[in-house]
């Protein structure tokens, strides 16, 4: 349980804020103060996760901005302990907004364990405030290797991509129904089987990468988000082996089913998922992700049937590993080839948050092609 504050208390951390605030403008290049060295202005940790909230901020920000974050904070939890949740509500907004608009700002993340880079120190500080807020969580939980975070209102638009472009999300204006954080995490899978990952889908093939897409609070949109996700682009022996060509036309964007009232018109309930409709991204405002010639291999907890077997790696290799009947086969043979829905900008529409992967529809399920789209494909070693 949080530890309580009376309204004194909240007063004072308001008139600190003020001052802090005041310093926002100092030199950023100046020293930061060491993560374990003593800070007058941090309140005493209430549990493992705020313990780690401050040290995150210790770590990122400047002195001034140090200040100023840190006391933002203590205002947030103060808010909560005197029961004042609309205004703690938004106090967090209003602290997440600075945080993002301040990343420039910010130190490379010296003395936290795992951290390397500011925009993945950053986006963890703000899933844990997230966590802490929303959830009332109590231990750290840390994000993937890839991930990142966004802030958007009913009155504004988010483009959000992660840093290594695998995945993103595009959420147009007036999509939110109140102001939101977002998290995209991708779901570290080292050890995959070909075909199965972590979605609750039996009926098909489903393909790395996955991700996760967390929004707090929790809402259903009011308008379709664009979600994005990559798909795996290289195979070999002992990995899992890409969809072969004719296969990669019919990919396709899917998440965990939201339930009724949730769901995207035109998408397809199948087992406990819900297969989205395809989304050409190419007309989106850009940079969006960028799929196309990124290379990442998986291994296998063991060798899939496909891999051990020479003749059809090869088959693979050559584009021809018509896995869905002698109709689709002829047909690819035979006709040209529409671009790599995927690979060549196709994403999905959704309204409600997630894990999100790429799957392959049941043969009975009829998918589209992304129009107009161009591409040459993944590649393969």
Known sequence: MRRSK???????????????????????????????????????????????????????FPTGLETAAGVRWDVVKASLDAGKVNAAQTQYFNLVDWITKKEDKLDQPA????????????AQLVFDMSQFFFNGGTEPVHLGS??????????????????????????????????????????????????????????????????????????????????????????GEGLVIPPSREIDEELRIANQDPGAGARIPGGQIVDGIEILPLKDVTSLPQPLPVCEGKEISYPLTQVSDISANPFRVWLHKQGMLALRGLTHAG??????????????????????????????????????????????GPTTP
């Open 331 to 376: 047909k690819w043979l035979l006709t040209p080839q529409d671009a790599y829905a995927i690979d060549a900008g196709g994403g999905g529409e959704a309204l409600a948050f997630s894990t999100f992967g790429i799957v392959l529809p049941p043969r009975e399920i009829d998918v589209e092609r992304v129009p107009g789209a161009t591409a040459a």
């Open 146 to 235: 890839d991930a990142a975070i966004g802030f958007v209102t009913p009155t504004t638009s988010l483009r959000l991509v992660t840093p290594t472009t695998f995945a993103g999300l595009w959420m147009p204006v007036g999509s939110a129904p109140t102001a939101m954080t977002i998290v995209i995490n991708k779901i570290e899978t080292p050890v995959l089987r070909s075909g199965t990952g972590p979605l609750p889908y039996f009926s098909g093939s489903q393909w790395p990468l996955f991700y996760q897409f967390e929004p707090f609070p929790y809402v259903t949109l009011n308008a379709p988000a664009t979600f994005m996700v990559c798909q795996i682009l290289t195979g």
């Open 6 to 60: 009376s309204a004194a208390v909240l007063a004072a951390a308001a008139a600190m804020l003020f001052t802090a605030a005041c310093s926002d403008t100092n030199d950023p290049t100046t020293s930061r103060r060491s993560v374990t060295a003593p800070s007058e202005q941090f309140s005493t940790p209430v549990n493992p996760l705020d313990a780690e909230i401050q040290n995150y901020i210790r770590a990122l």
């Open 111 to 122: 003395g936290l364990p795992g951290e390397t880079t500011v925009q993945h120190a950053t």
